[in-house]
């Protein structure tokens, strides 16, 4: 079954590539069975990978966003999504795919996943119980977990929830590339700790025929698809079911992005707090209380000046030992600290001006929590 994914890869990447240049690409010449436009390059790729099966009698069902199921009697269906990243394709933008799936049930029934870069040519590919390879060679997620370096793909569409945003500030580093299977893909390879899909818009979820590839592929090097509430992610081939979820090679980063403080350590140890403020901020004092009680037992140090205000003894920024540093105050006092820590940074709004905080004064102890 691999060598016919990987020759209809081949069709689809000859026919892709061989569209004259004066074709518009994102021409939208019909409404797709998923309830979206289908764009020329949509329909090119999805054409051949039909002729193929059609010409050579290969025994698939097809599931396609563009078509929709077609049913040739068969015991598997091929969950194709042709062309996946459609807007970088209009845009030159050499970041998508050709996603292809065989299962015989639904998501968690999938056995078989190739998934091409139609630019590039790199490949990853995954047969359940087998491991999974990117350009033949073994792979796997990454081996370590550190909460102060973490980099997550994320959807930041404008549908996607408020929540992401947030998530995006207290990750070290996070990136939206348009194309759902190459962005799990990723953390397959090592190279990324996760990817949040979060819409606050169910019809703007993700759907089977975008993941279902990149999801084995994920799971056999070790990862893991998971549902908001931190089931796995299952889903039934059909265009109807949409799902949010956060992808992850490590358990802990699901912890951390979505229960925040319930997390160990890079080295097992709980995770270490530090907080500042910005001490000309009335009240700050009371509200550093209330950050200190919100904390319960977790392990915290305070910066030296807010520290003096509390009657104890505190340490400069620079020379904090943290995982998390809460700040209290606006966005510069974010800003601030970032020049001094590298630490993932919670801000509290307690200023002006408060675009980068996640948390205000009213829900210290829940946000916290």
């Known amino acids: 079954m691999m060598d016919t994914l990987s020759a209809i890869a081949d069709a689809v990447m000859d026919a892709v590539r061989s569209v004259p240049s004066d074709v518009d690409l994102g021409e939208e010449i019909c409404m797709g069975a998923d309830g979206t436009p289908t764009s020329q390059?949509?329909?090119?790729?999805?054409?051949?990978?039909?002729?193929?099966?059609?010409?050579?009698?290969?025994?698939?069902?097809?599931?396609?966003?563009?078509?929709?199921?077609?049913?040739?009697?068969?015991?598997?269906?091929?969950?194709?999504?042709?062309?996946?990243?459609?807007?970088?394709?209009?845009?030159?933008?050499?970041?998508?795919?050709?996603?292809?799936?065989?299962?015989?049930?639904?998501?968690?029934?999938?056995?078989?996943?190739?998934?091409r870069n139609l630019v590039t040519g790199d490949e990853s590919r995954a047969e359940k119980g087998k491991g999974a390879t990117f350009n033949g060679r073994p792979v796997h997620v990454k081996k370590t977990y550190n909460p102060r370096d973490i980099t997550l793909n994320i959807y930041l569409g404008r549908t996607s929830d408020p929540n992401a945003y947030a998530v995006a500030k207290r990750v070290k580093a996070s990136r939206s590339l348009g194309c759902s299977s190459l962005e799990m893909a990723q953390i397959s390879l090592g190279r990324y700790d996760g990817f949040l899909m979060q819409s606050e818009n169910y019809t703007h979820s993700i759907r089977v025929v975008d993941i279902a590839a990149s999801a084995l592929i994920l799971r056999?090097?070790?990862?893991?698809?998971?549902?908001?509430?931190?089931?796995?992610?299952?889903?039934?081939?059909?265009?109807?079911?949409?799902?949010?979820?956060?992808?992850?090679?490590?358990?802990?980063?699901?912890?951390?992005?979505?229960?925040?403080n319930s997390v160990l350590s890079a080295d097992g140890s709980k995770i270490r707090y530090g907080i500042s403020a910005n001490m000309t901020i009335p009240f700050v004092v009371d509200i550093a209380r209330r950050v200190i009680k919100a904390l319960g037992k977790e392990q915290y140090v305070l910066e030296e000046e807010l520290a003096h205000a509390l009657g104890t003894e505190g340490v400069p920024i620079y020379k904090l030992d943290i995982d998390i540093l809460i700040t209290i105050g606006g966005d510069g006092t974010i800003l601030r600290a970032l020049q001094d820590t590298d630490a993932a940074i919670i801000g509290i709004n307690a200023g002006g001006v408060g675009f980068l905080t996640e948390i205000g004064l009213g829900s210290i102890e829940s946000g916290i929590a």
């Open 41 to 115: 390059v949509d329909k090119i790729a999805e054409n051949t990978v039909l002729m193929y099966i059609e010409s050579r009698k290969v025994p698939l069902n097809v599931l396609s966003e563009e078509i929709g199921f077609v049913d040739n009697g068969a015991k598997d269906t091929l969950i194709l999504d042709p062309i996946d990243g459609t807007r970088n394709a209009v845009l030159g933008i050499p970041y998508y795919t050709i996603s292809l799936a065989v299962t015989d049930s639904d998501l968690n029934g999938v056995h078989t996943a190739l998934l």
């Open 220 to 260: 056999e090097a070790g990862g893991e698809v998971y549902t908001l509430d931190g089931t796995p992610l299952d889903m039934p081939f059909d265009l109807e079911h949409r799902s949010s979820f956060l992808a992850v090679g490590n358990h802990n980063v699901y912890d951390f992005v979505m229960n925040g």
